[in-house]
């Protein structure tokens, strides 16, 4: 019996979800329906199927944030495959296939999307093993949803009458209401998940007969990758060079392999913020809260706080606080808020991009303050981590410790701060800063000069590979 090796696909930008899904913390990191990340609920979803590591699918961006947080919860060493670039999904697939591969094995893929919501994690184990011997066989199986009503938001799937596993007639794309209304009437139409179960080779032959530029593309980018510990390189010429497909229009609308299991397992794509509110807990008046959330003569509301949010006599109404952005929007509206990211895109304004605290490999940095001349962040440093051996030309900075133990470099001196005490760094001196304790050490951060952004920055020597 082949190995079932998942694959986790985690390149989405997810800017439905904005303000608090952005391109440099994307949805699937996030903890939207549950203690866990969607990320994390993925694996841990697919664990006790699993006979391999998970090999996750990601941006060049995301690696960090992919490692962590599936170390968190003990999940065995992925291989991170890296797209220099997004390509969409048969690419993506085609290199977690060769991946896969590449020790001498054959395993069939669960190819996953890891940013959606599965209720009935039970039930979707259940489906996956009922799908194998199909896939097993050579057919490439999708997981069709069962509808519960005539949803104008997904493409839907075809099948031919029968039981169980059953032959792909066709794909159709997102319906109008009316048409939708059919597909639900008639019984033979499911939602398209997204998710799939293939064997890695014929998942190749199927694209070689129909994309071979795409799997030529792809085999020079894997050939030509860089690996550095867990972490896949993809080539970037090679890669650039692939055409970008989805798996749905590369393959399986083209093969005569395409089979579909139907499934009622709780799923939902989390595409926007109304579908956040249909999987969410709700009080008595449909209200779903997250956060400090007061909530009079409102009904159907979504509301996501990290301060206090008041709702009073509102109805069908999203409203989403964060650091640096709130969203107040009609419910049946929220599609639009891609265009919100759209104009914040146009006018070159990093809410689009990025959080006020954002990420790093080692920590974090959080803007708290800032004027004409200075800028105040807090900084946090995982323990064990350093940043970059680094210079400005145009700013210096003052560290004060709050908590941990601070190591410091700056240009031949090397010394330790505790809580309390700080440090000033001028202008144009090489520096460093180390956590070389066991918890986390944070810091503030005063910035002056006259310019502050992030990129006055020279590295002259980095543990995370950046320039």
């Not at 895109?345 to 954002?358: D, I, M, N, P």
């Not at 304790?437 to 502050?452: F, K, P």
Request: proline share 5%; glycine share 8%; with cysteine.
């Amino acid at each position: 019996m082949p190995k079932l090796q998942p694959v986790l696909l985690s390149g989405g930008s997810g800017t439905r979800l904005w303000p608090l899904s952005r391109e440099a913390y994307p949805k699937q990191f996030l903890p939207l329906a549950g203690d866990d990340t969607m990320l994390q609920a993925t694996w841990l979803r697919v664990a006790d199927l699993a006979d391999a590591a998970p090999i996750v699918v990601a941006g060049e961006d995301h690696r960090f944030l992919v490692a962590e947080q599936l170390r968190q919860i003990g999940a065995p060493t992925p291989a991170i495959l890296l797209e220099p670039i997004g390509r969409n999904t048969a690419p993506a697939i085609a290199a977690a296939a060769l991946q896969a591969m590449a020790g001498g094995d054959d395993p069939l893929l669960l190819v996953l999307p890891s940013d959606h919501v599965v209720r009935d994690a039970d039930a979707f184990r259940n489906a996956v093993r009922v799908a194998m011997p199909a896939a097993e066989a050579g057919a490439l199986v999708t997981f069709g949803i069962v509808p519960d009503a005539p949803e104008t938001g997904f493409g839907y799937i075809q099948s031919a009458a029968g039981e169980g596993v059953r032959q792909v007639l066709r794909f159709v794309e997102k319906p109008d209401a009316a048409t939708a209304q059919s597909y639900l009437d008639d019984g033979r139409y499911f939602w398209n998940s997204g998710m799939f179960l293939l064997r890695a080779s014929r998942y190749l032959e199927e694209l070689q007969r129909f994309r071979s530029d795409i799997v030529g593309a792809v085999r020079a980018a894997f050939d030509g990758a860089a690996r550095d510990g867990d972490f896949i390189r993809l080539d970037k010429d090679a890669f650039a060079a692939c055409p970008s497909d989805s798996i749905d229009y590369a393959v399986m609308e083209k093969t005569d392999a395409a089979m579909v299991l139907p499934v009622d397992i709780g799923w939902n794509d989390v595409g926007s913020w109304s579908a956040l509110w249909d999987v969410s807990e709700q009080d008595g008046d449909g209200n779903a809260h997250h956060g400090d959330v007061i909530a009079i003569d409102s009904r159907n509301s979504y509301a996501y706080a990290t301060r206090m949010v008041a709702l009073v006599g509102v109805d069908d109404l999203v409203v989403v606080e964060t650091d640096d952005a709130v969203l107040v929007a009609r419910k049946d509206r929220v599609q639009q808020v891609k265009d919100v990211v759209a104009t914040l895109k146009s006018q070159q304004r990093t809410q689009a991009a990025l959080h006020r605290e954002v990420h790093r490999p080692w920590g974090s940095y959080d803007s708290v303050d800032a004027g004409d001349g200075f800028q105040v962040k807090r900084i946090k440093v995982k323990p064990g981590a350093r940043l970059s051996l680094q210079s400005h030309t145009r700013r210096a900075e003052h560290w004060i410790v709050v908590r941990g133990i601070a190591r410091v470099t700056r240009d031949n001196d090397v010394f330790e701060l505790f809580a309390n005490q700080s440090t000033y760094i001028p202008i144009g001196a090489k520096h460093r800063l180390e956590n070389p304790g066991a918890e986390m050490l944070e810091l503030i951060e005063v910035q002056s000069g006259d310019y502050l952004g992030e990129d006055d920055i020279v590295r002259y020597e980095d543990v995370y590979g950046r320039t």
